[in-house]
C-alpha cells in the first residue's frame, strides 16, 4: 500500500479539510486530492464524506484512520533505524506544542537558545491549554507536547521534564502580601481562576481535596480562560489567583504583584514532556530533549 496515499488520508482526517492537510503536507490540495480519490479506487470504498464542512471521514475511513495510523509509525521506525537521520547536523522542522505555564515562559528562551545552536532547524512552538496540547501530540500534529499536568489519554506517553513550583499571586499592597495565610482567610478572598484543562487549576484542585477543601468552597469570582489573563487580573487588583512562578517572577521583580504561601498547601508540578505512542523520533527532536534536559537540571 502506498504510504503517500495513506499520509495523505490521515492529514485530511485530522485536519479536516484537504487545503489544511495540503499546507500540513508541503504539497498543493490537488495533489492531496488526487492521492486521497486513488486510495478509495484501490480500496473500492468511500472513505471521506465531502458533502459537508468540515470534512468528515465515513465509517470505512475511521477503521482506515486507526490502521494507518499504526502503519505510517512502523514506516518511520523502520526509516529511524536505517539510519536516515543519524549523520549530521541535527535540521529540519520541529513542530512543538506546550501548555500556558511552560509556554509562556521557560520554553521559548530554552527553544531560541536550541534553535541558536542549531541554525538548519526551524521551530514552530504553539500554546493553548493542557488538553488540546495532549489531543494534537495524540494525531500527530505535533511532534513533542510540554505540559503541566499528565492527563491520560492512550495515544501518548508521558516522561518527567522539570518541577514549576505553584504561588498564590496576590495585588501589590494586598494583606496576603509575602506572608502565610490559612485556608480559612483564602475562603474570605475573591479568587480568580483559570479556565478548565489548565494545568496550574489541575494540581490546585488536587491539593485542596487533600485538604478537605473543594473549590467551590472558595469565593470564585472569575474564571478567565489561561495563565496570562488570571495574571492580568491580579495586576489589575480583581483578586488573587495560583499561577506558576515562573510566569510571574519579572512581575514580583517589578513590584507590580506579590506572593503569598498557603498554611497546608505545597502546590509544585511535574512539568511533563508529551510523546505519540508509538512514534519514532526524529533526529531534531531527540537533540532538542537532551538540550532541554540539559538547560534545564
Known amino acids: 500500500m502506498d504510504t503517500r496515499q495513506l499520509a495523505a488520508f490521515c492529514a485530511v482526517v485530522e485536519r479536516k479539510s484537504f487545503s489544511q492537510a495540503a499546507e500540513r503536507l508541503g504539497v498543493t490540495q490537488p495533489a492531496v486530492s488526487l492521492q486521497v480519490r486513488s486510495l478509495e479506487e484501490r480500496l473500492g470504498r468511500k472513505l471521506l464524506d465531502r458533502s459537508g464542512r468540515p470534512v468528515e471521514p465515513t465509517e470505512a475511513g475511521h477503521r482506515l484512520y486507526r490502521n494507518a495510523q499504526r502503519l ?3 514506516e518511520e521506525q523502520l526509516l529511524a533505524e536505517l539510519g536516515e537521520e543519524t549523520e549530521g547536523e541535527p535540521a529540519g522542522r520541529l513542530e512543538i506544542g506546550a501548555s500556558t505555564g511552560p509556554g509562556g515562559t521557560v520554553l521559548p528562551v530554552v527553544l531560541a537558545e536550541f534553535q541558536q545552536l542549531h541554525p538548519g532547524v526551524h521551530v514552530a512552538l504553539s500554546v493553548s491549554d493542557t488538553q488540546r496540547v ?3 501530540v495524540a494525531r500527530r500534529e505535533l511532534e513533542l507536547g510540554v505540559v503541566g499536568a499528565a492527563r491520560r489519554h492512550r495515544g501518548v506517553v508521558f516522561e518527567p521534564f522539570f518541577r ?3 504561588v498564590l499571586a496576590v495585588p501589590r499592597g494586598h494583606r496576603f502580601a509575602n506572608r502565610s495565610v490559612s485556608l480559612d482567610e483564602l475562603k474570605q478572598e475573591p479568587l ?3 479556565q ?3 494545568g496550574v487549576r489541575q494540581v490546585i484542585d488536587d491539593e485542596l481535596r ?5 473549590l467551590r468552597d472558595l469565593d470564585v469570582r472569575l474564571e478567565l480562560g489561561l495563565q496570562e489573563s488570571a495574571r492580568s487580573a491580579v495586576i489589575g487588583g480583581f483578586g488573587v489567583t495560583f499561577i506558576s512562578r515562573s510566569a510571574i517572577e519579572a512581575d514580583v521583580a517589578a513590584g507590580a504583584v506579590a506572593v503569598a504561601r498557603v498554611e497546608g498547601l505545597e502546590p509544585s508540578r511535574e512539568i511533563s514532556l508529551v510523546r505519540s505512542a508509538g512514534r519514532a523520533e526524529t533526529r531534531v527532536a531527540q537533540a ?3 538540550f532541554a534536559k540539559s538547560r534545564l537540571a
Open 72 to 74: 505510517l509509525a512502523l
Open 134 to 136: 495532549i489531543e494534537q
Open 164 to 166: 514549576d513550583e505553584v
Open 192 to 194: 480568580v481562576l483559570m
Open 196 to 198: 478548565e484543562g489548565a
Open 210 to 214: 487533600e485538604a478537605g477543601v473543594r
Open 288 to 290: 532538542f530533549v537532551e
